[in-house]
């Protein structure tokens, strides 16, 4: 039986608020208890820590704040634990380019079977792709991969000769898992520092993480949180992780499994778009959260730009890939020509290019009388170079008309 408990809540805000309700539950008698919170990716752990601190779920520590709260992924905590044994043996984290370069080595030296497309790029892409599959299976695994066919053992060969290869000074991120997991039963001093660990929305998880996670409920609470639908094909991926924890779901565990409730032929593509924000805007009448509802597509084009134009027409501020890059947009456009001005040695075409580009106001909160400006920069003869704009303090020395309606601030058209 597995050491590490399991809860299985449906995703979104209940999964949240389960996470929450554990972590006020461990420091229920010490606020500064400390937590760990293993997360499927960084992005994952700054979202739940915004939404824990905003105190919108309920107080995780009986006050203000997430103190004592550590977000971290399964390959952060590893380096945790595992780096600094594998940094003392004088290793490194391998990169892409080092197995690459280990991975061409073993083609020119024995190509096997490859020898016919040892020199073309896809080999070698396609080699160092199985390089990090392979990365997780242990020898017997290799092992039986390996009597499959004939292409399979010469893949699993070039896998085992690149891996002695970078073994000596590299390590990769199976090394890593392993390398915590040994610290672990030497007792770790950072253990005190973790405090419970809580698994929150397990992904998949390779063999080597499986294990880590096994091994630290040895030495410390471990609680495991997994999002379910109630769809066994899109729990597949869910329950296959759990059992590499020696866990097992609930047979029933009370999730109704969402369905299509309502399908609406359209003419064209248009119609669809304008049909999906009509149906949004329904919902919102009905009391659903802008927040709480997504509009799905197949195909960036043309849905992309469409669903765009009809949230913007319906005044529905929303939120995802930019349908129009940066660089297209006026603000951008401005924002790349003032960057651009030094390079273009202040030149006077430039800077007025850059003023009348877009509406720029003057410090009254009135739009600058560029037509004016121009005219008056124009007859001081200024050409290129910042040198030559002349500053207020220093705009006597121009001839006296100029000078005086720039010194005045006249910019008037007359």
Known sequence: MSPITLSTVAYGRPATELLGARIAAVKADDALAPVTVVVPTNDVGVCVRRLLASGELGSVTGGAGVAGLAMVTVSRLAELLGAPGLAASHRRPV??????????????????????????????????????????LGQAT???????????????????????????????????????????????????DLGTVIVYLPQALSVPAADLLTALAEHTPVEVIAGRTGVDDADADIDHTLGRLGLTPPGDDGLAAPAGTHVESVTDAEEEARSAVSHVLQAARQGVALERMAILYPATVPYARLVAEQLDAAGIASNGRAVKPLTERLAGRWLLDLLALADRRYARPAVMGLLTGAPVLG???????????????????????????????????RPRPIASRLSRGDCSTG
């Open 363 to 397: 410090a009254d909160g009135h739009p600058i009388p560029a037509s004016a400006w121009e005219r008056i920069s124009r007859e001081a003869g200024i050409v290129v170079d910042r040198r030559q704009w002349p500053e207020p303090a220093t705009a006597t020395r």
């Open 142 to 192: 290799l092992d039986r991969l390996a009597a499959q066919s004939e292409r399979a053992g010469e893949v699993v060969r070039v896998r085992r000769e690149a891996r002695a290869l970078l073994e000596p000074d590299w390590y990769e991120e199976a090394d890593l898992m392993r390398a915590a997991a040994a610290t672990l039963a030497q007792g770790a001093a950072v253990l005190g």
């Open 95 to 136: 990169s892409t380019p080092v197995v690459a370069a280990a991975v061409r080595r073993v083609l020119t030296e024995r190509p096997g079977v490859f020898a016919p497309v040892a020199d073309h790029p896809a080999t070698e892409q396609a080699l160092v792709g199985a390089y990090r599959e392979l990365s997780e």
